[in-house]
């Protein structure tokens, strides 16, 4: 709000008071009324990707408050960089954790209307550039703004409570282009020294705050890149132009593409997990691209949610027959967009803007075919040209009789983006409801089926839960996921058939490894202990010894040792428990591993071995990680002395 309102003191405005104001207070109302279709979905609960994102706040305690956050976010895993930026805002919130999910969507929602008004204000300052009528200027961008914000594409983003990090990565993108802008402004005036100072802390600070919040903050590069193609080459260059081009664009452009050029294998591999190989994935996203762009211009008004891994994947140009015409369209879509760029400006921004966002989640690496998330930011390119075509629409028909016909049509289509956003919150505030429904509409969804199943069992609706894990057996014999559901959830309530032992282990062996699997088999692990769920224990130790034995590739192989060891330090076998954290931390060196191997080595006897791979941890922890474990070190140190004096 405080962005929006010093925007307006702008001298260059001041020719035209009374129409800031109306402009300024309208926008205002505009928030409000987004809060009013959000404010139901706040009372939703924490989904999908929140819990083992959340998890590590129940760490952070006041007693250690500083050192519990810091060690919250240094071992952040969400992407490559470790997003500390997202994870210091969650850990902010570590009291919310996990009885309180209204007040993570509550910021996020304060975090959308922020970036609200910096959107409105990259469209005022994009619109000038344009050199557009004053009164142009601020009813383009207001209702530019308006349409992002109560779009209901957006809603996934705002109240997916861990998602907070793609709100933050945009905030931070906005505020480089509009830092960006600004500069653009004092060039053309040539006022070279301001002008490259503002672009280039636009890039600097935008640009570094964003990558630090997700790793697609380096978009901001090629959002830039695409303006200066599109609705930007007319401006003037000035001297040093290209020089500025080649080291904050060009150059870092070519680094980013020798990177994954030498990542390429790793890429490639990291695709073993996955239900498609790289080409797969690239041919499906050219339907979903399209499939994005659908529900942009709402011409799609339902299928909104969280859950859409029931995407088919496309095995081929002709399997199915729909990728062949949606690559093909794509392709030549770009290329008229890149080829007419200076002739059809806004036609190519919206074309080459949406690309440009979706270069790194939507193409080459190996995520989830599916998010609607992911257009958050690329959505505004397309949402502007569509705003700007409307209002231009209207002047050409100043003097025609479609000119009503036109706005009436007009005025619908942008009533049903708040109407379907109000409709949807809804859903989003009654879980139950939203899990029935989405598992309903989605009955080829891993995520929806296990999602709903697992929020019955907690109401104690265990029966219903069964039916639906009975569903996914039936849906997905491949994976092993549902055959662990199915164990924990008859251990835990006796009136549940328990599933044939050597079926499960079967399964494990061959089957694919899924992280449902593992996170339930880790909860069965702390279950024994607690004596909440008895497990015959040789049961349990032949299902982790055939998920240790699946010739299936994971990523997860460490995290089934680290099980593996576990259960072996259960079973009072420590030194083959240390065996197997060993083979763990080979793969993925994790400090909690080590502090198990320490302890473990002290409880086996061997004192001294522990004592010396303590201090060898300490040399080897970089400077953060050593003071975020510093108390729990020298608390462990002081036993292990005392155990080899006594």
């Not at 996934?156 to 402004?185: D, P």
């Not at 903050?217 to 090629?222: K, Y």
């Amino acid at each position: 709000m405080i962005i929006f309102i010093c925007y307006f003191q702008d001298k260059q405005f001041s020719l035209m008071p009374n129409s800031q104001f109306r402009h300024g207070i309208s926008f205002i109302l505009l928030l409000f009324i987004t809060v009013a279709l959000y404010w139901a979905g706040l009372h939703g609960i924490f989904l999908l990707d929140d819990e083992p994102n959340f998890i590590p706040l129940q760490l952070i305690d006041d007693t250690q408050l500083w050192a519990g956050i810091l060690q919250y976010v240094s071992e952040g895993e969400a992407g490559w960089l470790g997003r500390p930026l997202s994870l210091l805002t969650f850990a902010l919130q570590y009291h919310d954790w996990a009885t309180n999910p209204w007040n993570f969507k509550y910021v996020n929602l304060m975090i959308h209307l922020l970036n609200g008004c910096l959107v409105f204000w990259f469209c005022l300052l994009l619109t000038r550039l344009l050199a557009l009528p004053p009164a142009k200027i601020l009813l383009i961008s207001w209702l530019t703004a308006a349409l992002w914000l109560v779009h209901p594409l957006q809603i996934s983003t705002v109240l997916y409570a861990v998602q907070r990090m793609t709100l933050l990565v945009s905030l931070f993108t906005l505020v480089g282009l509009i830092l960006y802008l600004k500069g653009r402004e004092y060039l053309i005036k040539q006022n070279l020294v301001k002008g490259y100072l503002w672009i280039s802390f636009g890039f600097i600070i935008g640009g570094s705050l964003a990558i630090f919040s997700k790793e697609n903050g380096i978009l901001l590069i090629f959002y830039v890149l695409v303006l200066e193609l599109t609705v930007l080459h007319a401006l003037v260059r000035p001297r040093y132009w290209k020089i500025w081009m080649s080291g904050f664009v060009y150059l870092p452009i070519a680094l980013l593409i020798v990177y994954f050029s030498l990542k390429f294998n790793s890429l490639v591999q990291s695709y073993a997990v996955r239900d498609f190989n790289l080409i797969e994935r690239l041919l499906t996203e050219t339907r979903v691209l399209w499939e994005y762009v659908s529900k942009i211009l709402l011409l799609q008004s339902n299928n909104f949610g969280l859950f859409h891994d029931d995407f088919t994947i496309s095995r081929s140009l002709l399997n199915p027959i729909s990728t062949l015409f949606a690559s093909g369209a794509l392709i030549l879509v770009i290329i008229f967009s890149i080829w007419k760029r200076r002739v059809y400006t806004l036609f190519a921004l919206a074309v080459l803007w949406f690309i440009a966002g979706h270069w790194l989640e939507s193409s080459f690496i190996a995520l989830a075919i599916y998010f609607e998330h992911r257009n958050y930011l690329p959505m505004l390119g397309i949402l502007f040209a569509v705003i700007y075509g409307i209002v231009h629409l209207f002047e050409y028909l100043s003097k025609s009789s479609l000119r009503y016909i036109a706005i009436g049509l007009i005025c619908l289509w942008l009533a049903a983006f708040p109407a379907i956003t109000w409709m949807q919150t809804q859903i989003w505030g009654n879980p139950t409801v939203q899990a029935v429904l989405w598992a309903k509409q989605k009955p080829l969804s891993r995520y929806a089926l296990s999602h709903a199943a697992t929020l019955l069992e907690q109401q104690g609706k265990y029966d219903i839960a069964f039916k639906y894990f009975q569903q996914m057996l039936t849906t997905f014999p491949q994976d092993t996921g549902p055959y662990m559901s199915w164990v924990v959830l008859a251990c835990e309530h006796s009136h549940i058939p328990e599933p044939d032992s050597a079926t499960v282990r079967n399964q494990f062996f061959k089957g694919i490894i899924d992280t449902a699997a593992l996170s339930n088999l880790d909860y069965l692990l702390q279950a024994r202990l607690t004596r909440k769920c008895k497990i015959d224990s040789g049961i349990l130790g032949t299902y982790i010894e055939a998920l240790w034995h699946n010739p299936n590739p994971s990523i997860y192989q460490y995290y089934i040792e680290r099980m593996y060891a576990i259960y072996l330090a259960q079973e009072g076998k420590l030194d083959a428990a240390v065996q197997h954290l060993e083979a763990a931390l080979r793969l993925k060196d994790v400090p909690q591993y080590r502090l198990d191997k320490m302890i473990w080595l002290g409880r086996a006897g061997k004192i001294a071995e522990a004592l010396a791979y303590l201090q060898q941890t300490r040399q080897q922890w970089n400077l953060i990680t050593r003071d975020a474990y510093k108390n729990q070190l020298d608390s462990l140190e002081q036993q292990l002395k005392q155990a080899l004096n006594s």
